[in-house]
């Protein structure tokens, strides 16, 4: 899989952490497509190293959708718990 499959395939993990953990983030839509795409480079390469399961070549693979979704979903968590509070007034 190439940079643009990658790129391709985080867009589309970030929407779908989005939706799995709805609520209001601190960078907006942007902020949730950047966590997206760099969750999926993050999870793709958790896989390989961690779990040594390296992900697939194929962007229809089931095990690299999953480790960009998990590897988003816990990158927005992340983002959520230390810059979740930052837009509130004081």
Do not use: C, N
Not at 46 to 73: C, E, M
Request: aromatic share 10%; hydrophobic share 55%.
């Amino acid at each position: 899989m190439t940079i643009i499959g990658w790129i391709v395939l985080g867009l589309v993990a970030g929407v779908i952490a989005k939706v799995l953990l709805p609520g209001r983030d601190p960078g907006g839509i942007i902020g949730t497509t950047v966590i997206g795409v760099v969750g999926a480079f993050l999870g793709g390469w958790l896989s390989a190293q961690v779990l040594d399961r390296p992900v697939g070549h194929d962007f229809y693979d089931a095990g690299t959708w999953l480790a960009a979704i998990a590897g988003s979903l816990v990158l927005l968590i992340l983002y959520r718990i230390f810059f979740g509070h930052s837009r509130e007034r004081r």
